[in-house]
């Protein structure tokens, strides 16, 4: 009785009324999923607005100079909140023009470190020194000008490769600029583009190799042309053939400059003056390259286990 009449023209209204009433069920649920989306960028969209900013220095101290380079950590302890504390009493101190190295495991502590030198965080006790004065009696701005820090992951943006470069220093004129990248080892490279260096970059710079991207960010430190120099782990995401190309511009961008380096690949940083292998916040061992493998110790057994 049910179907009597049922023909094909009533099947095909039949399923015609049966998705109209599912399909805002459908869009009831495809909202929901974009509410949760908003919700979860909101919450860190109003997590960076909440952020209490960085307090001035009060009556900061002229910036020596000219600067040396000589930078001291002075038994300093560190948390990034007070109740878990992950640097215990780092002491070391560096000569103007030395290049030290920081080696260990992942999460020892060598990233740490570095974040102090530019001021990010402030320290439990002890203190930073730059050329004898206490980086935390400096102007924050006047510090951090006096740093260059390459990373890991390198950040382009949609502009040249000129202008790219000269973010490092926006005063610079082309012709530091093409000089910086000359010495960088990337100026080859560069020509070989399209526009040279009229190339419009997108998209942080999909248009090139990470090895390219790691060159204009090298650049980008050269023309800046600053006393001190950060390296975080700069060539762990290239193959070794690159970074043997970048590694020679590095090694021009640090002559004369007081040079802090991270490094995973060992073979990187055995010309270091000084190599620091940081273990639970510690500083574990101390010394060259040749006073490390010696003792065969804790860096002997990190460094051969590279080969093995």
Known sequence: MITRGFDLGGLTAFLQYARQFGRPVNEISSQYNSLQAALAGAERIFA???TAPESETIDPLPMPAPIQGQVT???VNF???PEKQVLFDIDIDVKPGQKIAFVGETGAGKSTIINLLPRFYPLLSGDILLDKTSIF??????LRKKLSIVFQDTHLF???VMENIRYGRLTATDDEVIAAAKLAAADSFIMQLPQGYKTELTNDGANLSQGQRQLINIARATVANTPILILDEATSSIDTRTEIAIQEGIDRLMQD???FVIAHR???IRNADVICLIEKGRIAEFGSHVELLKPKGKYYRLYMGQFD
């Open 266 to 268: 060992l073979s990187t």
């Open 257 to 259: 400059k007081t040079s």
């Open 73 to 75: 950590l002075s038994h």
């Open 79 to 81: 948390g990034y909140v």
């Open 158 to 160: 949609t502009d040249t």
């Open 48 to 50: 960076v607005i909440d």
């Open 137 to 142: 009696k400096l102007d924050r701005n006047e």
